[in-house]
Nanobody, 115 residues
């Protein structure tokens, strides 16, 4: 099992930046994939970015070139650097980790981008 705690959300103007953090309750060294999803009001949860333990990444088309995912195994933390934010990026952002056949989610952190 693993517990995930997000932080770093907030209110930012369009064009601004935020960095989200996801702290895990155990070592993430052996967790093959970790990532971020988001859910806007009235919409389904969608993939934002994933990163494997080997460093491979996968991004939603809507965030390519603006967002960057990274992981620090020594700190058991995954990050999402978000630049050039747009109002359509407004959502609750969730950290995600599949482990031992189960999916684990954080509680979410709100990101609001004003125009």
């Amino acid at each position: 099992q693993v517990q995930l705690v997000e932080s770093g959300g907030g209110l930012v103007q369009a064009g601004g930046s935020l960095r989200l953090s996801c702290a895990a309750s155990r070592s993430i060294f052996s967790i093959n994939r970790m990532g971020w999803y988001r859910q806007a009001p009235g919409k389904q949860r969608e993939l934002v970015a994933l990163m494997t333990s080997g460093g491979s990444t996968n991004y939603a088309d809507s965030v390519k070139g603006r967002f960057a995912i990274s992981r620090d195994n020594a700190k058991n933390t995954v990050y999402l650097q978000m630049n050039s934010l747009k109002p359509e990026d407004t959502a609750v952002y969730y950290c995600y980790a599949p482990l031992s056949g189960s999916d684990y989610w954080g509680q979410g952190t709100q990101v609001t981008v004003s125009s």
